[in-house]
C-alpha cells in the first residue's frame, strides 16, 4: 500500500465521542487526502492537505476536522461521531506532480 | 450532487467475457479519467487512467473508451478472468485545485469460472 498505514484499522464508538483516525506515510509526499466510503456513494474527498498545517475541506467536510503537524501524518478527528459517521476511511496520498493517489487500507468505523 | 455517474451497480460475467463498465459526467472541467481497482479488504489501486485528448488507451486486457463530445468513459475488460472480481471506480480530476478526485459511485464485478 505505497508506505502508508492508517491507524486504528477497526474501531467501535459510541455517538458523541470524539475519534482520531491516523494516517502515516513513509513516501514524504506533499499531498494527502481523507475519503469515505460508503455503499452507492463511491468514495468522497473529506479533507486534504498540500502541506504541513495547510488543510482544505472537501466535498463531505461537515462533522470532521483535520491536523497536519508534520510531513507523514495526517490526522482526521471526529468531534462528536454520530452515526451517519459509519463508514470506512480511506487515507490517500500523493507526490503532487503527478496523477496518481495511492490509498492506505482503511480504516472501518463504527458509531453505535 | 453526483459529478460522475456510474453504471451499472454490479456486473456477472462468464469467464472468458467482456466486461464493460460505464461513467459519464458533466463538468467540462475535468481533464483526467481514471480507473480504480479495489478487493475487499483493501484500498483502491489505480487500474488505468486517461486524458481527453485521446479517445482510447488500451494496456493489457484494460481498455478505457474516451467520447469527451457525449462526456461518457468507459472500461472493457477483454478476456474476463475471476481474478478480476473485484469493486471498480471511475473518477474525475479537475483541472483546478489540489488534484481532488471526484468518483462513480462503483460497480461490484464477479466473474463466475
Known amino acids: 500500500d505505497a508506505g502508508i498505514t492508517q491507524s486504528p484499522r477497526h474501531k467501535v464508538t459510541e455517538t458523541g465521542t470524539p475519534v482520531t483516525l491516523r494516517c502515516h506515510q513513509t513516501?514524504?509526499?506533499?499531498?494527502m487526502y481523507w475519503y469515505r466510503q460508503d455503499p452507492g456513494h463511491g468514495l468522497r474527498l473529506i479533507h486534504y492537505s498540500y502541506g504541513v498545517k495547510d488543510t482544505d475541506k472537501g466535498e463531505v467536510s461537515d462533522g470532521y476536522s483535520v491536523s497536519r503537524s508534520k510531513t507523514e501524518d495526517f490526522l482526521l478527528t471526529l468531534e462528536s461521531a454520530t452515526s451517519s459517521q459509519t463508514s470506512v476511511y480511506f487515507c490517500?496520498?500523493?507526490?503532487?506532480?503527478?496523477?496518481?493517489?495511492?490509498f492506505g487500507p482503511g480504516t472501518r468505523l463504527t458509531v453505535t | 450532487q453526483q459529478q460522475v455517474k456510474q453504471s451499472p451497480q454490479s456486473l456477472i460475467v462468464q469467464k472468458g467475457g467482456i466486461s464493460i463498465i460505464n461513467c459519464a459526467y458533466e463538468?467540462?472541467?475535468?481533464?483526467?479519467f481514471p480507473w480504480y481497482q479495489q478487493f475487499p479488504g483493501k484500498g483502491p489501486a489505480l487500474l488505468i487512467a486517461i486524458r481527453p485528448d485521446v479517445s482510447e488507451k488500451k494496456e493489457g486486457r484494460f481498455t478505457i473508451s474516451f467520447n469527451k463530445s457525449a462526456k461518457q468513459f468507459s472500461l472493457h475488460i477483454m478476456d474476463s478472468q475471476p481474478g478480476d472480481s473485484a469493486t471498480y471506480f471511475c473518477?474525475?480530476?479537475?483541472?483546478?485545485?489540489?488534484?481532488?478526485?471526484?468518483f462513480g459511485q462503483g460497480t461490484r464485478l464477479t466473474i463466475n469460472p
Open positions: 463538468n467540462t472541467a475535468f481533464d483526467y
Open positions: 490517500a496520498i500523493s507526490p503532487g506532480q503527478s496523477y496518481e493517489q495511492y
Open positions: 473518477a474525475a480530476r479537475t483541472i483546478q485545485g489540489a488534484q481532488k478526485l471526484v
Open positions: 513516501e514524504n509526499h506533499r499531498y
